[in-house]
């Protein structure tokens, strides 16, 4: 597993050793020992899949108690994938960084407590897993709005994006609840 350090502290980018043939291919998406020498030591809870259409957007969720650190990969077609660092603490406190996920280049996504986390699908479709470190509590869930103007993130938008009515709704990073 190769590990690529973002702009986000603690956000991590990861490409996977995939061996392939005319059958196809395989790949270890997940390996406690490996991840923990790279430094995610976090155990995982919970395993999710959404399933998109193109230029749907999620987000920018996360939950201010049971937090959750997630690992996401895209199994069939492609995302941009958004990570808002909201920890105070940090040196990368208010900062967004966006990365390219798609069933063919296989790489996974590490956003870590204390960061929002969301995605707009680029292609037709995409099938997006992502593993958890807590469990879905949807009384501590919050939005950050995804089209905050004082975050200026480009979602490399094709029109009008489809957003849910909970999205729609998202608070601005100057209102939002915010981690230590």
């Not at 270890?28 to 259409?53: A, C, M, P, W």
């Not at 975050?151 to 009515?165: F, K, N, Q, T, Y």
Request: proline share 3%.
């Amino acid at each position: 597993m190769k590990k690529m350090e973002s702009s986000l502290a603690g956000v991590m980018l990861l490409e996977p050793r995939v061996s392939g043939d005319d059958r196809g291919f395989f790949l270890e998406s997940y390996n406690e020992r490996v991840f923990t020498e790279l430094g995610i030591q976090e155990k995982f809870v919970q395993d999710n899949h959404s399933y998109s259409t193109r230029n749907v957007l999620r987000g920018l969720h996360y939950q201010i108690q049971q937090p959750q650190g997630k690992l996401v990969r895209v199994i069939t077609g492609e995302v941009l994938d958004v990570a808002v660092d909201l920890r105070q603490s940090s040196t990368t406190f208010g900062k967004w960084e966006s990365f390219r996920l798609s069933g063919e280049n296989k790489h996974m996504l590490w956003v870590p407590v204390g960061c929002a986390h969301g995605f707009r699908v680029v292609s037709e479709t995409a099938h997006v897993l992502y593993k958890t470190t807590d469990f879905y509590a949807p009384e501590h869930e919050r939005t950050l709005a995804w089209n905050d103007p004082a975050l200026h993130i480009d979602w490399e938008l094709e029109g009008e994006p489809v957003v849910s009515a909970k999205d729609r709704r998202g608070r601005k990073f100057a209102e939002c609840e915010k981690f230590r």
